[in-house]
Structure formats: C-alpha cells, structure tokens
T-cell receptor, first 115, second 113 residues
C-alpha cells in the first residue's frame, strides 16, 4: 500500500517554464488536496478536489491549475513559473471531509525551485 | 491577527523532561483541532486530534483544549531525541471540511540528550 505518491521529488525551473507535479493515491480517497509550504511557515491550500471531475480553489490558487479525471490522480500544473512559486509542495488525501474523519495523509513532498 | 498562532521556537527541552507546545486560534467557531509532527525534509503526520474541552492522552502525548480561552496545547512527556521535529497546529471550523483547515506556522522542538 503506497499511500500518496508524488513526483518529482525535486525540480529546478527557469522563470516562465511550465511543469506538472504528479500526485496519485491508492487508498480510494475521494478528497485530495495540494498545499505549499514556504520556509518556516505552515501549509497553505492551493486547490482541492472532492471527487473525480470536481475541483475548487483554496487559499493561494493563482499561478496554478489542477484537474481530477480519476479518483487516484490529482496533478498540479504550474504555468509560467515565477520565483514566488519556489516552495515545497505537498499532495494530501482524506477518506472523508467530515470533521473527525478528515485526517489528511500526505505525500512525501516535491521541492520546486524557480530561478 | 493570524488565524492560528504558534511560537516558532526553537524550543529546547532536555531529554526526559516534558515539552509543552501551545497554539492559539482566532475563530470561535473552531471545533476540530489537530497536531501534526513534521521531521526536517519530511511530510506532516498526524499525532493527535481533539474535539472537546479537556485533555486527551495517547501514550506520551496529551492534547489539551480550552475553547473559552481559544487555545490548544500538546504535552510530550518523557521527551526523547526522536521527538525533535516541527509541530504544526491545525484548526477546523464546525461543519467545515479539510479544505477549511488552517495551519499554524509550526513550533520547532529540539530535545537535547
């Protein structure tokens, strides 16, 4: 049981380039999330999904896009990378969205540097 | 005012002592409270959740919640070097799903042998 798998683990981008961070989970969770974590800071929600075909913006969505074509996969796309997007990105999933049952399982993270 | 505030530390505690981590929150409607542990370079992992006023114990960990004072704390008894990590407090409002989970900036804890 792999849980939540993210790729790549590390990536360096030039300003203006685009890329996709991959996230897949094998726990049959309906709910999936993308967070970013800047140094010394907590987690900020970028986008989330409550099921295949349904996505919505989080707190910091600008500069990102997502899609959810299957229950397992939730890729995050960065368009026109900027230095402000240098961060560690975490994908997470949960079985339920109800308080008390919405424990998050995180992937290992993807460290992105934009130069 | 930040929604969830934690002292960023670092907090240094000698091995075997009690480590006390605090978190305050601004939304009085908050109902679910979580403590995540994050080792350096790793992802967060849930160690405690608490929903009612009072104490909740799990092994060496005790979460304490005081909704009237809007604070939640985590006590780690018999601290071990392996407890050295950043501890993130997260708060959820009533009826809100995980998309409304708000994280504090974390407290870095160091246990000194």
């Amino acid at each position: 049981n792999a849980g939540v798998t993210q790729t790549p683990k590390f990536r360096i981008l030039k300003i203006g380039q685009s890329m996709t961070l991959q996230c897949t989970q094998d726990m049959n969770h309906n709910y999936m999330y993308w967070y970013r974590q800047d140094p010394g800071m907590g987690l900020k929600l970028i986008y989330y999904s409550v099921g295949a075909g349904i996505t919505d913006k989080g707190e910091v969505p600008n500069g990102y896009n997502v899609s959810r074509s299957t229950t397992e996969d939730f890729p995050l796309r960065l368009e026109l990378a900027a230095p402000s997007q240098t961060s560690v990105y975490f994908c997470a999933s949960s079985y339920s969205n109800f308080p008390g049952a919405n424990v998050l399982t995180f992937g290992a993270g993807s460290r992105l540097t934009v130069l | 005012q930040k929604e969830v505030e934690q002292n960023s530390g670092p907090l240094s505690v000698p091995e075997g002592a009690i480590a006390s981590l605090n978190c305050t929150y601004s939304d009085r409607g908050s109902q679910s409270f979580f403590w995540y542990r994050q080792y350096s370079g790793k992802s967060p992992e849930l160690i405690m959740s608490i929903y009612s006023n009072g104490d909740k114990e799990d092994g060496r960990f005790t979460a304490q919640l005081n909704k009237a004072s809007q604070y939640v704390s985590l006590l780690i008894r018999d601290s071990q070097p392996s407890d050295s990590a950043t501890y993130l407090c997260a708060v959820n409002a009533l009826g809100q799903g995980a998309q409304k989970l708000v994280f504090g900036q974390g407290t870095r804890l160091t246990i000194n042998p």
